[in-house]
């Protein structure tokens, strides 16, 4: 296996070493860690009830077509043998610590994108190691010596081609995408495989006839702009293996959210509106555990016929407390009225996050 070469970036600084760890079917393989009945088995960790979701779905289940997002019903009719386990995420989230902690033994430059997966720069790595591969070959093999889990890697000079990269030898396995590789290996690569390209956004370039990197590399930057606006100077950068993104050991979330799908459809306020009381609750938690804190409140609704729209209001000022969030919220449910059809799902979400110190949080906020 090739390592990642040490050439010079623009400007003349020293090339980048970026891996990418990401656990292999995390949810699921903690679940069939912890319960051997379920090692070899079909397993979907989510809800089985009829209106339920698939949060993550098993290796084994995977050869079904089952994935997560997948409404439940739809996962048990292609997999009959499926087996549904309630999601413990406290659970998830301590064996996520643990592994965070054996990246922080190698750097401090970490950036985690999820409980699961998240992006390390190692061009200077504490153990002095010369070749980003072995320091992922030694990163794996101690998160399966302490967690028994597997994670797979991606080793490149950027973090767009290390993302593209470990998912090139999943299950279990590392894949290296040096500077030299880089292009070729954009080039051949279907737009709907590039991470930050969506199924929207990969419809609307197939729409113009871009449908590989190739056809992405052959548009004029002006073109990109033109049709997709800030994102189009990404697409021209990344088509062709250029990604100058940092690893960002400070990220902050740019949202947080929360949704429930009920077990019948609704269509009476009060009973939508009461239905937005737990929402909000899971979100102020995450703010409070946080301490940040956000300006925009959106509300998500989906319809019984599965069609989704989203409505939001941005205020001056962070929000201060719960119950800032609630009334926004409820003005924008009411703001729809009447309701032209039942609805299915409710979400509440804030954005435009940022840290704030406990100074300058307002009493009132602890005291609700």
Not at 214 to 222: A, F, G, I, K, V
Not at 333 to 356: D, M, W, Y
């Amino acid at each position: 296996m090739e390592a990642v070469a040490t050439g010079p970036l623009e400007g003349g600084s020293a090339q980048r070493k970026i891996i990418h760890v990401d656990m292999d079917a995390f949810y699921a393989s903690v679940e069939q860690r912890d319960n051997p009945d379920l090692r070899g088995k079909p397993v979907a960790v989510g809800g089985s009830r009829e209106r339920g979701v698939v949060a993550a779905a098993s290796y084994e289940a995977r050869k079904f077509g089952v994935r997560s997002a997948m409404p439940s019903v739809t996962a048990q009719r292609q997999c009959p043998d499926l087996v549904f386990v309630k999601p413990r995420f406290d659970v998830y989230k301590g064996i996520s610590e643990e592994i965070r902690s054996i990246f922080a033994e190698h750097t401090s430059l970490i950036e985690p994108l999820s409980l699961d997966e998240a992006y390390l720069d190692v061009t200077e790595n504490y153990k002095g190691i010369p070749l980003a591969r072995d320091i992922a070959l030694e990163i794996r093999a101690t998160i399966k010596a302490r967690t028994g889990l597997n994670a797979s890697a991606g080793i490149s000079y950027n973090k767009f081609l290390a993302k593209l990269a470990s998912d090139h030898r999943k299950p279990n396995g590392q894949y290296v995408i040096t500077p030299e590789m880089g292009p070729a290996f954009v080039k051949t690569l279907p737009v709907g495989k590039f991470h930050g390209i969506g199924p929207a956004t990969a419809a609307k370039l197939q729409s113009f006839g871009i449908h590989s990197g190739l056809d992405l590399r052959n548009q004029t930057l002006s073109f990109l702009e033109a049709h997709f606006g800030k994102a189009g100077a990404y697409f021209y950068s990344i088509s062709r293996g250029i990604d100058h993104r940092p690893v960002r050991s400070n990220r902050v979330r740019k949202s947080v959210g929360a949704e429930n799908t009920f077990s019948q459809d609704l269509t009476d306020f009060d009973a939508l509106a009461e239905e937005l009381g737990p929402l909000i609750d899971k979100v102020w938690n995450y703010c409070e555990k946080s301490g940040v804190r956000g300006r925009t409140v959106t509300l998500k609704v989906k319809f019984a016929d599965f069609e989704i729209i989203s409505r939001s209001h941005s205020l001056v000022d962070a929000v201060s407390d719960r119950a800032n969030i609630e009334r926004v919220a409820r003005q924008l449910l009411k703001n729809l009225l009447p309701l032209p059809k039942a609805v299915r799902l409710l979400g509440v979400s804030i954005s435009a996050l940022s840290a704030v110190d406990e100074s300058d949080i307002p009493q009132l906020a602890f005291n609700l």
